[in-house]
């Protein structure tokens, strides 16, 4: 019988081929060995599944969907298939720094009260290259209560947490509050960070231990329309909420800035196309 892991480290996959081996390697050279890696082909019809299954480490667990199912739901799945108390979901183009599992299961086994640890990130183009550093975590670095994050959150009018490859979460927690929800893709990773501190408290570290990736192909590349929009709902929302206890002068502060942060994320995919043309020329 296989010894249960203590961390699983997901990599959902559809016709990732581009980048895929990349990241797996950034998953294989943690320095924390005790994880599985379990890479699910979501139906891809590109060399995904061959890559995945070509890398000959035990610690690998490959499956793949009859079906192309929307993203939430292969999210949802991926979880079902761990066998790990914690779980760190990696997309198919983005990296995680070699240290980034030994920092962040070390305060999470040694602090039962904690639901949530997060890093700092890179952003990085479509070569790797990083075109802007230590991203996110403004005002969220150490230990803080859900509510603290989510005034916080609120005021950003964004999502200052980041995305999944750099959060570390508890598989329990992640059922108790009912997984990634299917009705607002864009915004289901801070969703799922927000439900998830009504059950412990927060940890933003100060190291950069990840790289989420700017694609000119990505999701993300062409839902920004969307993206503001449930983003903007989703900041009413937390604000509404009795159990956060967001301030008045908290939501104000958050319609006011979520233009600004749209304008940067609108920013951070035009330098990402200006550098793969350079690099194309």
Not at 70 to 79: G, I, L, S, T, Y
Not at 224 to 243: A, C, H, K
């Given at each position: 019988m296989l010894s249960i892991p203590s961390v699983s480290v997901c990599v959902p996959v559809y016709n990732g081929e581009r980048f895929l081996a990349e990241t797996m390697r950034s998953i294989l050279d943690q320095t924390y060995r005790d994880f599985e890696l379990v890479v699910l082909d979501n139906g891809s019809t590109d060399q995904s599944g061959r890559i995945a299954r070509s890398f000959g480490d035990p610690r690998i667990r490959v499956e793949r969907n009859r079906e192309t199912l929307?993203?939430?739901?292969?999210?949802?799945?991926?979880?079902e298939l761990t066998r790990g108390p914690l779980v760190k979901i990696v997309c198919a183009d983005d990296l995680l720094h070699p240290r980034c599992l030994e920092l962040q299961v070390a305060p999470m086994d040694s602090d039962p009260g904690l639901a949530v640890v997060a890093a700092r990130r890179h952003m990085i183009d479509e070569q790797s290259r990083v075109i802007v550093p230590r991203r996110g975590l403004s005002g969220l670095v150490g230990v803080h209560t859900g509510v603290e994050v989510a005034r916080r959150v609120v005021r950003s009018g964004s999502n200052p947490i980041g995305e999944s490859n750099n959060v570390l979460f508890r598989r329990d927690d992640f059922f108790t509050?009912?997984?990634?929800?299917?009705?607002?893709?864009?915004?289901?990773?801070?969703?799922?960070?927000?439900?998830?501190?009504?059950?412990?408290?927060?940890?933003?570290?100060?190291?950069?231990?990840?790289?989420?990736?700017?694609?000119?192909?990505?999701?993300?590349?062409?839902?920004?329309?969307?993206?503001?929009?449930?983003?903007?709902?989703?900041?009413?929302?937390?604000?509404?909420?009795?159990?956060?206890?967001?301030?008045?002068?908290?939501?104000?502060?958050?319609?006011?800035?979520a233009p600004a942060g749209r304008a940067r994320r609108r920013a951070l995919y035009a330098l990402s196309k200006v550098a793969s043309r350079g690099k194309a020329a």
């Open positions: 929307p993203q939430a739901e292969n999210w949802n799945r991926v979880v509050v009912g997984g990634w929800k299917t009705d607002r893709p864009n915004v289901m990773d801070i969703d799922l960070w927000l439900r998830l501190l009504q059950l412990g408290d927060f940890l933003g570290l100060p190291e950069t231990l990840a790289a989420f990736r700017i694609a000119s192909d990505s999701i993300s590349s062409h839902s920004d329309d969307e993206l503001y929009t449930q983003q903007r709902m989703l900041i009413e929302e937390i604000g509404e909420s009795p159990y956060f206890q967001v301030r008045g002068i908290d939501l104000a502060v958050g319609r006011v800035l």
